[in-house]
């Protein structure tokens, strides 16, 4: 997992902030599907593996200890809720339904 570590480090970048956390785990639980996480580890596993990695970076990075505080209270008590909602989203009927009515939009605009 690597790569999980050095995307992560690599999109933070110097001055991390909740704001790019909030954009970029989307993005990697997305990303940890799509390399098929799903036949080998659990909802709960790859959530666990996203909060550490981003944990990890943010310890290494050198900053102000109450940024640094702040963020750290953030992983822990509130980024699992928003994943939750993120997914539970993402899997839900209405957001397939959307999903599905907007690619039926773009293909007939598109062609």
């Given at each position: 997992m690597n790569e999980l570590y050095n995307y992560v480090k690599e999109?933070?970048?110097?001055?991390?902030?909740i704001q790019k956390i909030i954009v970029i785990a989307p993005q990697i639980i997305k990303s940890l599907q799509e390399i098929g996480a799903n036949q080998y580890m659990s909802g709960q596993e790859k959530k666990l593996l996203l909060f550490e990695t981003l944990s990890k970076v943010i310890n290494e990075i050198d900053m102000d200890p109450n940024e640094k505080k702040n963020i750290e209270e953030f992983i822990d008590n509130e980024l699992p809720f928003i994943v939750d909602s993120i997914v539970f989203a993402y899997k839900s009927e209405i957001f397939k339904q959307i999903k599905n009515k907007a690619r039926k939009c773009i293909g007939r605009c598109c062609k």
């Open positions: 999109r933070l970048g110097e001055k991390p902030t």
